[in-house]
């Protein structure tokens, strides 16, 4: 040690970070746990451990883990959907095409905050984290009914719209898992199933069969 330098003075300084950047900080450490993990395998002390935090500073910050879990659920929702505000002047198709484009720019670029929101079964979308997840949702069907010149979706679309995106998650949590299909080609072939169960719906409700004349 440097003459007249105590341990204190050499010990490398702690980040000084502001309020909102360590809160980012720790909800981006536990949406990796999270995403990795079901929830009931991660601890506090994980996320602490994750983040460079004390077991402390995550109490003072979200008070338990449900209360962690559900803020940072709450901030992957937030991104996914500022992703997705419709850019509007194209054809239907083409803006569905675009939006499913931004999709999977955050599914790449944010995987673990992507698994963890849509991680786990129907025991895990009870109370706030099944109002997070159903809120994602039903903004998604309520732009692509948008981009479509719906205002109301009948029983028919409306089954067809939330049957889509049931198969857009489930295809984004696949490619996380696999990536042997290529991103493009993946979100071609969304839009080509898209296409395919309008076709179908048409044969059963005159006005779906009406909205695919419009959209051809």
Not at 6 to 35: C, H, I, K, Q, Y
Not at 51 to 66: D, E, I, T
Not at 176 to 191: G, I, K
Request: aromatic share 6%.
């Amino acid at each position: 040690m440097t003459p007249g330098k105590s341990a204190e003075t050499t010990r490398p300084a702690r980040r000084r970070l502001t309020v909102d950047r360590r809160r980012e900080e720790l909800m981006a450490a536990a949406l990796e746990l999270f995403g990795a993990r079901d929830p009931e395998d991660v601890s506090i002390d994980d996320v602490a451990s994750a983040a460079g935090a004390s077991r402390a500073l995550v109490y003072h910050y979200f008070g338990g883990k449900q209360e962690l879990y559900v803020a940072a659920l709450r901030s992957a929702a937030l991104q996914l959907e500022s992703r997705l505000q419709a850019q509007g002047g194209g054809r239907a198709l083409d803006e569905l095409a675009a939006g499913l484009q931004r999709y999977f720019d955050f599914v790449e670029e944010h995987a673990a905050g992507f698994a963890a929101l849509l991680r786990g079964g129907p025991a895990n979308r009870t109370g706030e984290v099944g109002e997070i997840v159903d809120g994602v949702r039903l903004r998604l069907t309520r732009l692509v009914q948008k981009q479509m010149g719906v205002e109301e979706a009948g029983p028919a679309l409306r089954t067809t719209l939330r049957s889509w995106i049931a198969c857009v998650e489930a295809a984004g949590l696949d490619w996380l898992e696999h990536r042997d299909v290529d991103r493009p080609a993946l979100e071609r072939m969304l839009v080509d199933q898209m296409v395919a169960l309008l076709g179908v719906a048409a044969a059963h409700d005159p006005g779906v069969a009406r909205l695919v004349e419009r959209l051809a």
